[in-house]
Nanobody
Framework: QVQLVESGGGLVRPGGSLRLSCVAS??????????MAWYRQAPGKQRELVAA???????NFADSAKGRFTISRWRAKNTVYLQMTSLRPEDAAVYYC???????????????WGQGTQVTVSS
């Protein structure tokens, strides 16, 4: 069973930056986490994909994230990062790490979820 643990959330002012990290454990092979992704959910809204990356570094970004957010992964450490810049109040949400065994998980969630980390954007 794969466990995902996020960190790096917090309070940031509009225009600021934040980096989220997610570490995967409990997997004996890399196939379970072929794709790792970040989703977010704001109060009263559906959970939405922010960005995703495969083992071979194919990526997918939500339109709202393009040009502002960067996703990367450190395969040896089973870790995925989300670097967020030029943050806006509408970026405030709980950010969830997600992982799955398929390339298609670039576009749909995999079966593994973290517990989430809160990002607040406010002056």
């Amino acid at each position: 069973q794969v466990q995902l643990v996020e960190s790096g959330g917090g309070l940031v002012r509009p225009g600021g930056s934040l980096r989220l990290s997610c570490v995967a454990s409990g997997t004996e092979t890399k196939t379970d986490i072929y794709t790792m992704a970040w989703y977010r959910q704001a109060p009263g809204k559906q959970r939405e994909l922010v960005a995703a990356i495969t083992t071979f570094e194919s990526t997918n970004f939500a339109d709202s994230a393009k040009g502002r957010f960067t996703i990367s992964r450190w395969r040896a450490k089973n870790t995925v990062y989300l670097q967020m810049t030029s943050l806006r109040p509408e970026d405030a949400a709980v950010y969830y790490c997600n992982a799955g065994p398929e390339p298609g998980n670039l576009y749909r969630p995999g079966p593994y979820w973290g517990q989430g980390t809160q990002v607040t954007v406010s002056s």
